[in-house]
């Protein structure tokens, strides 16, 4: 069975730092593509990043280029987004996706296969 569990959120000020960790156990998901996406109350699942270790691809969405960043720790089998410069509209829960496409990249949510229950990230002004 496959768990994926996103960690890291929290309250944080304008232009301060966080970094959101995302585990996946039960299998291992290296060779397929990974994301984040993020949700606010009311809205649609909005993509943030994703990235593609079999081809060395990532990609961002314009609103978080330049202040996150995608990585991981393939021997812990753990996905990081660190996050600077947070801004107020930065606020939503935080989902990490798995078992994303085998090359490249996606921001379609459906493509991703497994996810967590997403981590709490407000930024106050």
């Known amino acids: 069975q496959v768990q994926v569990t996103e960690s890291g959120g929290g309250l944080v000020q304008v232009g301060g730092s966080l970094r959101l960790s995302c585990a996946a156990s039960?299998?291992?998901?290296?060779?397929?593509?990974m994301g984040w996406f993020r949700q606010s109350p009311g809205e649609k699942r909005e993509f943030v990043a994703a990235a593609n270790w079999a081809d060395n691809t990532t990609y961002y969405a314009e609103s978080v280029k330049g202040r996150f960043t995608i990585s991981r720790d393939n021997a812990m089998n753990t996905v990081y987004l660190q996050m600077n410069d947070l801004k107020p509209e930065d606020t939503a829960v935080y989902y990490c996706?798995?078992?994303?496409?085998?090359?490249?990249?996606?921001?379609?949510?459906?493509?991703?296969?497994?996810w967590g229950q997403g981590t709490q990230v407000t930024v106050s002004s």
């Open positions: 039960g299998r291992t998901f290296s060779r397929r593509g």
């Open positions: 996706a798995t078992n994303g496409p085998l090359y490249g990249i996606t921001i379609t949510p459906s493509v991703y296969g497994y």
